[in-house]
């Protein structure tokens, strides 16, 4: 089974609007971590934001915030304020406490339009 | 800001000949990572390394790949005898070492690998 399931593989977005990109993880671990990366056209990893398994509140970071929904094992990426220079590849990942590696997901194209 | 940085950025190499790429976490990170991206796929774990050992690995990095630390600041991945599918774009990572998962890996800018 995939551990990060992106089933986005293409997203359009206004410039200027809100976008959310979607993930699911799948584990059995009560203690994980849930990261979100950006990867420009240049190919490096940026992260964004992260999420614990045990934090109450949403992750947010600047314009970026993690809607985290534990019980259906989701932890989506909402962008607001669309920005031009958003225009990436965004990849959702986990790591579970036990193992040190992360799990990425097939990963999100978003294309912001002016 | 301290940054992963990798070299090469771009390697071509003929099928069966050995690769060394090379990588320099942060100074004051602990674990080191390497994950490779097929072009136009998803980024794949291949190995974590700590305390000069391997911690884990995946299925992919078999006995063609190995990885070391040679002195104190570089961290390298040798691929013995390339093959074709080997291409793809390989990242380094390394994070400080604490409990539990909170913290972040911090990756470096890729070696494109070409295997021609």
């Known amino acids: 089974a995939q551990k990060i399931t992106q089933t986005q593989p293409g997203m359009f977005v206004q410039e200027k609007e809100a976008v959310t990109l979607d993930c699911t993880y799948d584990t059995s671990d009560q203690s994980y971590g849930l990261f979100w990366y950006k990867q420009p056209s240049s190919g490096e990893m940026i992260f964004l934001i992260y999420q614990g398994s045990y934090d109450e509140q949403n992750a947010t970071e600047g314009r970026y915030s993690l809607n985290f929904q534990k019980a259906r094992k989701s932890a989506n990426l909402v962008i607001s304020a669309s920005q031009l220079g958003d225009s990436a590849m965004y990849f959702c990942?986990?790591?579970?406490?036990?193992?040190?590696?992360?799990?990425f997901g097939s990963g999100t194209k978003l294309n912001v339009k002016p | 800001e301290p940054e992963v940085t990798q070299t090469p950025s771009h390697q071509v190499t003929q099928m069966g000949q050995e690769v060394i790429l090379r990588c320099v976490p942060i100074?004051?990170?602990?674990?080191f990572y390497w994950y490779r991206q097929i072009l136009g796929q998803k980024v794949e774990f291949l190995v974590s390394f700590y305390n000069n050992e391997i911690s884990e690995k995946s299925e992919i990095f078999d006995d063609q790949f190995s990885v070391e630390r040679p002195d104190g600041s570089n961290f390298t991945l040798k691929i013995r005898s390339t093959k074709l599918e080997d291409s793809a774009m390989y990242f380094c990572?390394?994070?400080?070492?604490?409990?539990?998962?909170?913290?972040?890996?911090?990756f470096g800018p890729g070696t494109r690998l070409t295997v021609t």
């Open positions: 990942a986990m790591r579970e406490y036990n193992f040190n590696k992360f799990y």
């Open positions: 990572a390394s994070s400080v070492r604490l409990a539990g998962t909170s913290y972040e890996q911090y």
């Open positions: 100074s004051n990170h602990l674990y």
